[in-house]
């Protein structure tokens, strides 16, 4: 069982920046793969980005390739998504998922066992 916190979200100008976190609980978060969701309203939920456990391996939506990134620190339990040049179609509620690595970085919100509760982030144009 993962319990997960995102933070970070807010209002900012088009071309800004943020950085969300997502701290979790337990010991074994080091052995999740984790991921960045988002939604925005009366929409899917869609991918963003995912990391694989030891941070070695990361993949990104392409909408968001090249402007934002995700990283994670093991000793604080805690994944980042630092989000650069952002534009009034990112904003959505971003959330963070967790699940066991099964092969490769999935991309279905389906795939993941474990989710925070979401940030909302607001990009004025």
């Known amino acids: 069982q993962v319990h997960m916190v995102e933070s970070g979200g807010g209002l900012v100008p088009a071309g800004g920046s943020l950085r969300l976190s997502c701290a979790a609980s337990?010991?074994?978060?080091?052995?999740?793969?984790m991921g960045w969701f988002r939604q925005a309203p009366g929409k899917d939920r869609n991918f963003v980005a995912a990391?694989?456990?030891?941070?070695?391996?990361?993949d990104y939506a392409r909408s968001v390739t090249g402007r934002f990134t995700i990283s994670r620190d093991n000793a604080k339990n805690t994944v980042y998504l630092q989000m650069n040049d952002l534009k009034p179609e990112d904003t959505a509620v971003y959330s963070c998922?967790?699940?066991?690595?099964?092969?490769?970085?999935?991309?279905?919100?389906?795939?993941?066992?474990?989710w925070g509760q979401g940030t909302q982030v607001t990009v004025s144009s």
């Open positions: 998922a967790a699940t066991s690595p099964r092969g490769g970085l999935p991309r279905l919100h389906a795939q993941y066992d474990y």
């Open positions: 990391i694989s456990w030891n941070g070695a391996v990361t």
């Open positions: 337990g010991r074994t978060f080091s052995s999740y793969v």
